[in-house]
């Protein structure tokens, strides 16, 4: 399936006041006239917990946030929509991981999860905690987004306990235990009281109680534990096991949901993570995670949907070569980080290099500068393939310089762990993209008019369209965890409107008009020979073309297009 075509909006649907209702309020305004042809909505639309929308309960409406004559009014403005699947999990919320929790043994879906310690059976040793340690060959090899084992062990009805693979976010929820809970289980009352207290005080602390050193003979300490556990709550994005043919039949029926609401865009939320094998990581197995690839495709086609899979890796592995030469749109996750080091060294040539690429392969591409996640650093990486280095599109040194300007900026980091929570690299930053080029409103034109030149599709995060900066009391609220709602500031429709008065928002609502309507951008781009800090662009289509000077140490930019027998011009 075709990509949609034109400029794309981002957002979650109460990004812009409470509701999406109120996005499409302002859509209809006469600034936003011809400016987005697409809208990818995030996973809030949805019924969900955790992540902002990303650990969905179910695909249904959320109807806190949405109703279906939003996506009809979207509809009748022109505007298709993306939509997300996260493939790889399921919030603990679902119905599914809920009939687990309480069924037990017994539920249709006890294979519908992944059981870690059955998954490394015979390929590990269990710990004192009842959790299979995989080998030193296997464990060594996956690939961690979180420090520590990804799994989150349960208690089921029986007592029992189970191991599910859990790559992202969890959280348990304890509670205190009374008195006669705790005497119930033969232990005295005189210990029974100061055990209250002390359960009580190391809940309220934010601590684990179960790793209290209480002061019980071992039968007591467990049977306390055990019951700790029965009553606790859990939050958390649980690994699905597409092994199952139950988990496909849910992907068919959730691909049908979306196309029904509209979807004609379908991103593939975590789904490098989805096969797992014995003896490989956990990501983007081959040929395993192929193989499912094409299942959803197939699925895809079948609803008229393109589906745009969701991997971050560094350049120098060539997934997104790869991802390409099997027919696949690919996320083009470098180019933010080009975008920084281009404006602040003054120099194209690593963002010429990538543009030439894409161009010389014919990849198509969805591009942005900020979005719900962060800015992409691993992205721009090299890596060892076979003893043999293959470069990335920065150097250690040139990506270590961007880090720098940017946490000099407020920004803030995410990383990547091995199983024992050691760091193994960089992964993102999270900022606003405005706050990452210092609140520069020249700076930010400028990023804009060259993602506006770049080949593919155009994404837009709302918060960078109306200058959005670093909300420190949103990410320090939302603990630990919670670097990414440092962008993600939701806006009141005051704010807006007085966000459409300013120049800077002004020029990039005309810059992304243009490129949204202009035929020139139907045709070819070339990147004429010039200095390492100008940049000559040029689309041309027949009759009709749009042309960008830049120079980066003067931050001036001027803009030619056609328009019907006369010459427009854009400068800033």
């Given at each position: 399936m075709d990509l949609p075509k034109g400029v794309m909006l981002n957002a979650y649907p109460d990004s812009i006041g409470s509701r999406l209702s109120d996005i499409v309020q302002v859509l209809q305004k006469s600034e936003f006239s011809d400016v987005f042809s697409v809208f990818y909505i995030l996973p809030t639309l949805f019924n969900s917990d955790l992540d902002r929308g990303f650990s969905v309960i179910d695909y249904n409406l959320n109807e806190a946030l949405v109703s279906p004559k939003d996506l009809e009014e979207l509809q009748a403005m022109g505007i298709e929509l993306k939509l997300d699947i996260v493939l790889n999990h399921l919030s603990v919320a679902s119905p599914q991981f809920q009939d687990v929790l309480q069924q037990g043994e017994h539920s249709a879906y006890k294979d519908f999860f992944i059981d870690w310690n059955t998954f490394w059976n015979d390929h590990g040793t269990v710990a004192e905690d009842g959790v299979v340690v995989p080998k030193a060959?296997?464990?060594?090899?996956?690939?961690?987004?979180?420090?520590?084992?990804?799994?989150?062990?349960?208690?089921?009805?029986?007592?029992?306990?189970?191991?599910?693979?859990?790559?992202?976010?969890?959280?348990?929820?304890?509670?205190?235990?009374?008195?006669?809970e705790i005497t119930a289980l033969g232990i005295a009352a005189s210990l029974a009281t100061p055990l209250e207290e002390q359960i009580r005080q190391s809940i309220a602390a934010g601590e684990d109680p179960t790793s209290i050193d209480f002061d019980l003979e071992p039968n007591d300490r467990t049977k306390v534990i055990r019951l700790l556990r029965q009553k606790c709550t859990y939050l958390g994005q649980m690994d699905v096991n597409a092994e199952s043919p139950m988990v496909w039949d849910f992907y068919k029926e959730t691909l049908e949901k979306l196309s029904g609401y509209g979807c004609r865009l379908l991103r593939l939320d975590a789904f490098a993570y989805l096969h797992k094998e014995i003896g490989r990581t956990n990501f983007f197995n081959a040929p395993g995670t192929w193989d499912y690839l094409e299942r959803i495709r197939a699925i895809a086609d079948q609803n008229k949907m393109a589906i745009l899979p969701e991997i971050h890796a560094e350049y120098g592995a060539h997934l997104h070569d790869q991802l390409a030469e099997a027919g696949h749109a690919i996320y083009d996750f470098f180019f933010p980080g080009l975008v920084l080091h281009t404006?602040?060294?003054?120099?194209?040539?690593?963002?010429?290099?990538?543009?030439?690429?894409?161009?010389?392969?014919?990849?198509?591409?969805?591009?942005?500068?900020?979005?719900?996640?962060?800015?992409?650093?691993?992205?721009?990486?090299?890596k060892e393939i076979d003893g043999h280095y293959q470069p990335g599109l920065l150097s250690a040194e040139q990506i270590d310089a961007v880090m720098d300007r940017v946490l000099q900026r407020g920004g803030r980091l995410k990383n990547i762990y091995d199983a024992d929570g050691n760091k193994l690299s960089y992964y993102q930053i999270n900022a606003t993209f405005y706050?990452?080029?210092?609140?520069?409103?020249?700076?930010?034109?400028?990023?804009?008019?060259?993602?506006?030149?770049?080949?593919?599709?155009?994404?837009?995060?709302?918060?960078?369209l109306f200058v959005g900066k670093n909300d420190y009391a949103a990410a320090d609220r939302a603990g630990s965890g919670g670097h990414k709602e440092i962008n993600r500031t939701n806006l009141s429709l005051e704010a807006v409107e007085h966000s459409l008065s300013l120049p800077v928002v002004q020029m990039q609502l005309s810059l992304l008009r243009l490129r949204n309507t202009h035929e020139a951008f139907d045709g070819d781009?070339?990147?004429?020979?010039?200095?390492?800090?100008?940049?000559?662009?040029?689309?041309?289509?027949?009759?009709?073309?749009?042309?960008?000077?830049?120079?980066?140490?003067?931050?001036?930019?001027?803009?030619?297009?056609?328009?019907?027998?006369v010459v427009e011009v854009l400068e800033f």
């Open positions: 060959e296997y464990l060594n090899r996956l690939f961690m987004r979180k420090p520590g084992f990804p799994v989150l062990k349960i208690v089921l009805p029986d007592g029992s306990e189970k191991v599910y693979w859990n790559t992202f976010y969890q959280k348990i929820v304890f509670t205190p235990l009374d008195l006669d404006l602040e060294e003054s120099d194209h040539r690593a963002l010429r290099s990538w543009v030439e690429e894409i161009l010389a392969k014919g990849y198509r591409t969805v591009h942005m500068l900020g979005c719900h996640d962060g800015i992409p650093v691993l992205d721009l990486n090299g706050s990452a080029l210092g609140e520069d409103d020249q700076k930010m034109l400028m990023a804009r008019a060259l993602q506006v030149f770049m080949p593919g599709i155009p994404q837009v995060w709302y918060l960078d781009l070339t990147w004429h020979p010039s200095g390492t800090h100008q940049i000559y662009l040029e689309w041309k289509n027949g009759t009709h073309f749009a042309k960008m000077n830049a120079d980066l140490k003067r931050l001036a930019v001027t803009i030619e297009y056609s328009s019907e027998a």
